[in-house]
């Protein structure tokens, strides 16, 4: 069975960093764009940042730009969101889904998302 794995949620203080993980298995990662959503409570799920399935191209939301940066290691399976100078307002169950590289379309999409990981829980304190 095709799954995503994330890891490296938290509790963080308002100004902090966090590291998150996405690893893939049973999953021909390279053929694969990768985006990380977040969902907060009472709130719909938000897109966050993609990367292609080459990791040359990556996009973000405008709410996280300049402070997130999402890398891929193929060789591992696994993608990266490094976040820097978190807010509050960004505490929630982030997600990352796996998107066909062949299928065309905007990245922040969820639906074009066919594979997707249970999340990890990131708290920033304020």
């Known amino acids: 069975q095709v799954q995503l794995v994330e890891s490296g949620g938290g509790l963080v203080q308002a100004g902090g960093s966090l590291r998150l993980s996405c690893t893939a298995s049973?999953?021909?990662?390279?053929?694969?764009?990768i985006g990380w959503f977040r969902q907060a409570p009472g709130k719909e799920r938000e897109f966050v940042a993609a990367i292609s399935w080459s990791g040359g191209e990556t996009i973000y939301a405008d709410s996280v730009k300049g402070r997130f940066t999402m890398s891929r290691d193929n060789a591992k399976n696994t993608v990266f969101l490094q976040m820097n100078s978190l807010k509050p307002e960004e505490t929630a169950v982030y997600y990352c889904?796996?998107?066909?590289?062949?299928?065309?379309?905007?990245?922040?999409?969820?639906?074009?998302?066919?594979?997707w990981g249970q999340g990890t829980q990131v708290t920033v304190s304020s």
């Open positions: 889904a796996a998107r066909s590289k062949y299928r065309s379309g905007s990245y922040s999409n969820a639906d074009d998302y066919a594979v």
């Open positions: 049973r999953l021909t990662f390279s053929n694969y764009n």
